[in-house]
């Protein structure tokens, strides 16, 4: 054992020694021997007469692990998606046309498998948390310079009046601060950013420029005919079946469905993306004069519905949990749709108590209805326009499909700013 201890001191002696040309070979060649033979290299081991110590090998040394590795990548593939979009925003500001980038199965898998969800809840249950006075000014402050909002028009600017972030976030506005435009037929139901709009082609919708999505899947399976006081087809037996003729393509039974939303000869189908950011205000009214006869709320994702991410996956919204108001106006079908994000799994109607969105008792990929129209009341919820309808819990995006004539105009540009009771488009 001493000689041992000593040969490994003689060792360890020698490897801390000045940098001479014959010690520099000897060390060389010693660390060349395991090296080539494939085995470890000792580990050293001396005594001292308090403690024994240990000295890790050089693998231990350079050893990987899994945290840093996932860091390292995941920051490294963000960066690189940071780089493509500003190369692709250089390329788009010197005025060349730059194809969407979509996401691959595996990506979108991945974003979904993040617990989103989970994460909004937890958000939601911190927004009812009651602040204590002292603590209001300086994080509604923070939040206000960070995302530009103007306190000047709500209703109560003092930022002490508000207990928790829910309430700062569902905060009401001055009642002139938005005035409803009466000229139109259809208004813009909220604050936000004109993603896109235009008519339904082959029921697809746009969520932005070059990017669709299916109508179908976006709003599901019709209702059942009872339920609906507009469920009627050209033909006007009910059979669903329009013009879509045997259904021997998929084009002929995607037509199939779009013509069964469509009430009247003559008349097309429109839609409008409008997207809500954190920012904006979070209320959402009435775009026009209506009734709403049901609703559908899917549960599902939560994943950002930031114009960055809609250019980026495909059918994001038929991905994420959204609740489906459909019924009809003056001129046939008329629906609003209410899509969540991440941090904004709540999603409140105001005449719908039994509307819980985000709760763990539902599963993706499913869907749950409810009708208004009962034998009681067979107009369903009338809305004025204008009228309060829901709330989000933080920024997130509104979807109008409905029929018009086709004499119906918008009065928009695709990605400009919009204010709640400003005119979406009329006859």
């Given amino acids: 054992m001493a000689a041992s201890v000593g040969r490994t001191g003689i060792l360890l002696g020698l490897w801390a020694a000045p940098r001479t040309s014959s010690l520099h070979q000897w060390r060389s060649s010693y660390l060349s021997h395991f090296l080539l033979s494939g085995k470890r290299p000792p580990v050293?081991?001396?005594?001292?007469?308090?403690?024994?110590?240990?000295?890790?090998?050089?693998?231990?040394?350079?050893?990987?692990?899994?945290?840093?590795?996932?860091?390292?990548?995941?920051?490294?593939?963000?960066?690189?998606?940071?780089?493509?979009?500003?190369?692709?925003?250089?390329?788009?500001?010197?005025?060349?046309?730059?194809?969407?980038?979509?996401?691959?199965?595996?990506?979108?898998?991945?974003?979904?498998?993040?617990?989103?969800?989970?994460?909004?809840?937890?958000?939601?249950?911190?927004?009812?948390?009651?602040?204590?006075?002292?603590?209001?000014?300086?994080?509604?402050?923070?939040?206000?310079?960070?995302?530009?909002?103007?306190m000047k028009e709500a209703a109560v600017e003092d930022l002490d009046h508000y207990r928790n972030l829910s309430e700062f976030f569902s905060r009401k506005l001055k009642p002139q601060a938005r005035p409803v435009c009466g000229l139109h037929s259809v208004i813009s139901p909220s604050d936000g950013k004109i993603l896109n709009f235009g008519?339904?082609?082959?029921?697809?919708?746009?969520?932005?420029?070059?990017?669709?999505?299916?109508?179908?899947?976006?709003?599901?399976?019709?209702?059942?005919?009872?339920?609906?006081?507009?469920?009627?087809?050209?033909?006007?037996?009910?059979?669903?079946e329009g013009n879509g003729g045997n259904g021997s393509s998929q084009a002929t039974a995607a037509n199939s469905f779009q013509n069964q939303l469509v009430t009247t000869e003559g008349n097309e189908l429109y839609h409008c993306v409008i997207y809500l950011a954190p920012g904006d205000y979070h209320c959402f009214h009435s775009p026009t004069d209506w009734r709403v006869a049901h609703r559908r709320h899917f549960p599902g994702s939560l994943m950002s519905v930031n114009p960055g991410v809609a250019r980026w996956i495909k059918e994001l919204f038929c991905h994420n949990e959204r609740v489906v108001l459909t019924g009809d106006w003056k001129h046939g079908f008329f629906s609003l749709t209410a899509v969540g994000a991440t941090n904004v799994g709540s999603i409140r109607i105001y005449f719908d108590r039994d509307l819980h969105t985000n709760s763990p008792r539902y599963n993706k990929g499913s869907y749950n209805d409810f009708s208004f129209v009962t034998h009681n009341n067979r107009e369903g919820i009338p809305m004025r326009k204008g009228e309060h309808l829901g709330e989000f819990n933080l920024g997130s995006t509104i979807v109008l499909i409905f029929e018009a004539p086709k004499d119906f105009n918008f009065h928009l540009k695709a990605g400009q700013k919009i204010r709640f009771g400003e005119a979406l488009g009329s006859l």
């Fill in 199 to 240: 008519q339904v082609q082959n029921c697809e919708v746009e969520q932005v420029k070059g990017v669709t999505y299916s109508l179908e899947s976006f709003l599901g399976p019709r209702a059942p005919a009872d339920d609906l006081p507009f469920s009627r087809n050209r033909n006007g037996n009910g059979s669903g």
């Fill in 44 to 150: 050293c081991t001396f005594r001292t007469d308090a403690r024994k110590f240990h000295t890790a090998t050089s693998r231990a040394l350079f050893r990987l692990r899994p945290f840093h590795f996932l860091v390292a990548t995941g920051g490294g593939y963000a960066g690189y998606r940071q780089y493509e979009k500003y190369r692709d925003q250089e390329l788009e500001r010197l005025g060349f046309e730059v194809p969407p980038r979509l996401a691959g199965e595996w990506e979108v898998a991945l974003y979904k498998s993040v617990p989103t969800r989970l994460l909004s809840r937890a958000w939601g249950r911190l927004n009812q948390v009651e602040l204590p006075t002292w603590l209001r000014k300086p994080v509604y402050s923070l939040y206000i310079w960070t995302f530009g909002v103007n």
